[in-house]
């Protein structure tokens, strides 16, 4: 069946890195654009990073652009999100997203806190 499964959240202080991988199977990675999304209580989840199929391209949210780098490895299966010069205000759960015109496959997500 289909499993994204996060890994790599947990507490860091401001200023820190995480680095955060989301494995993938029972589907053909290859041919999916990945994304990561949060979703802080309170508020509506939004895009965080997303890559192409091939990792050709990506994009990422304003807030984080110039921070957080998002990369594949379609060998792996397997997309990551470096996270560096975090902020309290990244504090949130953390979605991996595979997506094709046909198909939209979630996470279970993993909990990102930013806090002295």
């Known amino acids: 069946q289909v499993q994204l499964v996060e890994s790599g959240g947990g507490l860091v202080q401001p200023g820190g890195s995480l680095r955060l991988s989301c494995a993938a199977s029972?589907?053909?990675?290859?041919?999916?654009?990945m994304s990561w999304y949060r979703q802080a209580p309170g508020k509506e989840r939004e895009l965080v990073a997303g890559i192409t199929s091939v990792g050709g391209s990506t994009n990422y949210g304003d807030s984080v652009k110039g921070r957080f780098t998002i990369s594949r490895d379609n060998a792996k299966k397997t997309v990551y999100l470096q996270m560096n010069s975090l902020k309290p205000e990244d504090t949130a759960v953390y979605y991996c997203n595979a997506r094709t015109q046909w198909n939209d496959y979630w996470g279970q997500g993993t909990q990102v806190t930013v806090s002295s």
């Open positions: 029972g589907f053909t990675f290859s041919r999916y654009a």
